[in-house]
């Protein structure tokens, strides 16, 4: 059985992918922040499903943690698994915070940088010993970050590590192409996740305005996206690499 890791998969985009890759029959190892019970609620789902996962805790933000993770990692794989090595990566686990460039803080620009772009990289890292050959790599990055999908201020900071991090695909796609592993990336646009403390529930009043501006006519919903990574992890996705794919439902078309 092949093996995925997906991290912040305790809720939203995380949540969907991993209960979709899990139903390709692919096993999964799910990360967790502060959200516990939400990692409890995903690896139910899945094992009532019919699949096999398991869910680690791991502070994306905190890369002195990252070798530690990687020994857990290891340990899920021979006890669940029999396995020494997982297949498919998903670095997805994130945060999100507005303030205007005059008002944002060395603080608040470290820590965006430190969760969105510095983890996904040192985590991919620190776990490639760990990889198969012929796996794949999916990184969320955000329709923030392109300059086709509209600019909203407050969204510098966000925009700019989601954007170094559609970057840092391509040369991933490049180095680890030696080694038969794809890596893509896919860009949501607004969806309805957790993400900025659940601004959807605590703003209800923003979804008529974003669906109007949505081709489709309403916001993403988690697995909207999920079943694109698990297509990308799964063999639909073999001749696919280095690609930024927004999933947006035709935001501002």
Request: charged residues 20%; glycine residues 12%.
């Amino acid at each position: 059985m092949q093996v995925a890791i997906v991290t912040g998969a305790s809720s939203g985009i995380g949540q969907g992918a991993a209960i979709r890759i899990a139903a390709r029959g692919i096993g999964v190892i799910l990360t967790y922040g502060r959200n516990e019970q939400g990692a409890v609620d995903t690896v139910a789902a899945i094992e009532r499903a019919g699949g096999t996962a398991v869910a680690l805790h791991l502070d994306l933000g905190d890369s002195s943690g990252f070798d530690g993770f990687r020994d857990s990692v290891a340990d899920a794989l021979r006890s669940t698994w029999d396995r020494d090595a997982f297949d498919h990566l998903v670095n997805n686990a994130g945060i999100a915070q507005t303030s205007l460039i005059a008002d944002t803080t060395e603080e608040d620009f470290d820590l965006l940088m430190r969760v969105l772009l510095k983890g996904p990289y040192f985590l991919t890292q620190r776990l490639l010993p760990l990889m198969a050959d012929g796996g794949s790599v999916v990184n969320v990055s955000s329709n923030a970050a392109s300059a086709t999908s509209g600019l909203e201020p407050g969204y510098a900071t966000y925009a700019a590590m989601k954007g170094g991090l559609t970057v840092l695909t391509r040369y991933m796609a490049k180095e680890f192409s030696a080694r038969g592993i794809r890596v893509n990336a896919v860009s949501p646009g607004a969806t309805r996740t957790r993400l900025a403390d659940d601004a959807f529930t605590r703003f209800p009043e923003v979804v008529p305005a974003i669906a109007a501006k949505t081709a489709f006519g309403r916001v993403g919903e988690p697995d909207d996206v999920g079943s694109l990574i698990a297509a990308l992890v799964g063999d639909d996705g073999r001749w696919i690499t280095a690609q930024d794919i927004e999933v947006s439902g035709g935001y501002q078309l």
